[in-house]
């Protein structure tokens, strides 16, 4: 399983970005996805997670309510919109898999594959 996330970049305060995260080597089922992000000097954190057929979805409550998750499985791609960007979401984010097609997690544990990951930056 490879995952490619895209999409980041420089954005002033208040602005929008969305990230894209295309996965490719596992055909025919549909599996958890999650987007996490690490800040310079700080922990991977979790930032919002979906299942496998999108019906259902987890945010941290730092994004609720500014981020917005969401696939096609059609291109086998899972989306991070984001909205009311602060300098705080500065961050390298990063998009992972896990192998279940229902649960949504926040545990990293249960994502098995991840992508390189993209930088995010949010200027005041």
């Known amino acids: 399983v490879q995952l490619q996330a895209y999409g980041g970049g420089l954005v002033q305060a208040g602005g929008s970005l969305r990230l894209s995260c295309a996965a490719s080597?596992?055909?025919?089922?549909?599996?958890?996805m999650g987007w996490f992000r690490q800040a310079p000097g700080k922990e991977r954190e979790f930032v919002a997670t979906?299942?496998?057929?999108?019906?259902?979805?987890y945010y941290a409550d730092s994004v609720k309510g500014r981020f917005t998750i969401s696939r096609d499985n059609a291109k086998n791609t899972v989306y991070l919109q984001m909205n009311s960007l602060n300098p705080d979401d500065t961050a390298v984010y990063y998009c992972?898999?896990?192998?279940?097609?229902?649960?949504?997690?926040?545990?990293?544990?249960?994502?098995?594959?991840w992508g390189q990951g993209t930088l995010v930056t949010v200027s005041s």
């Open positions: 979906i299942s496998g057929g999108g019906d259902s979805t």
């Open positions: 080597g596992r055909t025919g089922s549909r599996y958890s």
């Open positions: 992972a898999s896990t192998n279940y097609q229902r649960a949504t997690t926040s545990n990293v544990r249960y994502y098995n594959y």
